[in-house]
């Protein structure tokens, strides 16, 4: 059985591509059959995150329009086998796919994969509606800012109305140290606006810029970023996955008992 | 920033919280917060005339995660005014 997830945010630049590529890459590490949809018709990206840029062939585009098959279109992934790419359209606009034209491929890709991630553009307008058209489930990822959590409620009313039943938060860049000094929100202060299940918490970690400067996913890594997407993989599956030490606000006396308690 | 105004500054994070909780509101019920801010002297103007409220730290919010409805999840006015007394002025 197949799962559609779209990954949405209504703010750009808050990190969807980058979770929709860690998430993929993660799951097909997993095992798991998976393709990447960069539904983001003008301004693609998740290829050159995924470093796949220089196999494009043909496009999302191309294959609505039955220029191609699905096939042709689909980008194999440098590391992992099971893992495809769909890219987008460079030189076309929104309005080049529809709602319905999206759900067709959809669930032809059904049959082939176990998981479906659709990269969705900024904005509520055509290129969002298209996105989540065929989509069972949602990630909405957010910033922990006034401006990302704001456009992340619009959203999650959106999908609210289209009859998403799991909507799941992604909250990135989030920095301990700014929460500690009263600087920045916690994860439980999004949460507790939101009112939406938390999924995972990725904090601000340069090594997130390193990988998307090389065009490879830092999932599964040893860095805190590549923890925290591995963790948001595994809760993707349904497994239970406790979260990372520095997503919770632990006092210098849990800090010493934490001490006591590795040994 | 004044000599008293840096020790009693509010931290952003608190800032942040409280400036999103009064925008979502109007967000979410697609009206401006000035309306907001008339349902509640209006909500205020009538329960005052049966009890002493306090109308400075009462708070009213709309939330999705209310009753369901018909046709799926409802919004909901929730109103929190605090009772200074009971019985009548």
């Keep these: ?263 | 920033m004044g000599f008293k105004h840096f020790f009693s500054r509010k931290k952003s994070r608190e800032i942040a919280k409280d400036r999103l909780k009064i925008l979502l509101i109007s967000d979410r019920v697609n009206c401006s917060p000035e309306m907001m801010e008339m349902i509640k002297t209006d909500i205020a103007k009538v329960i005052s005339k049966y009890m002493q409220i306090d109308t400075k730290s009462m708070e009213i919010q709309i939330s999705k995660t209310g009753v369901k409805g018909h046709d799926g999840k409802m919004p909901t006015l929730y109103a929190n005014i605090p009772i200074l007394d009971l019985h009548s002025k």
């Design chain 1, 1 to 263: 059985m197949s799962e559609v997830i779209v990954v949405t945010s209504g703010k750009g630049g808050v990190g969807k591509t980058t979770t929709s590529a860690n998430v993929g890459t993660g799951l097909a590490a997993m095992g798991k059959r998976v393709v990447l949809i960069d539904t983001d018709i003008g301004l693609r990206n998740l290829d050159v995150v995924m470093g796949l840029e220089n196999r494009i062939v043909y496009n999302l585009v191309d294959v609505v329009e039955n220029k191609c098959r699905i096939k042709q279109a689909l980008i194999k992934d440098k590391r992992h086998p099971s893992l495809y790419l769909m890219p987008s359209a460079q030189t076309k606009d929104k309005t080049a796919v529809t709602p319905e034209q999206m759900v067709r491929m959809i669930n032809q890709l059904r049959e082939q994969f176990d998981y479906i991630i659709l990269d969705c553009p900024a904005g509520i307008e055509q290129g969002f509606k298209n996105a989540i058209a065929g989509a069972d489930r949602a990630l909405v990822v957010t910033t922990p800012e006034v401006s990302a959590i704001r456009d992340a409620d619009r959203i999650i009313g959106l999908l609210e109305a289209n009859d998403f039943k799991q909507i799941d938060l992604v909250i990135n860049r989030l920095r301990p140290d700014m929460v500690k000094r009263g600087e920045m929100m916690s994860a439980s202060d999004v949460i507790d606006i939101l009112s939406v299940p938390l999924i995972g918490i990725v904090p601000d970690d340069e090594n997130v810029v390193i990988a998307t400067n090389q065009g490879e996913p830092l999932v599964g890594n040893n860095t805190l970023a590549g923890r925290a997407y591995q963790n948001i993989c595994y809760r993707v599956t349904g497994r239970e996955t406790p979260f990372l030490e520095f997503e919770k606000s632990f006092s210098f006396w849990t800090r010493v008992s934490g001490i006591f308690r590795k040994n």
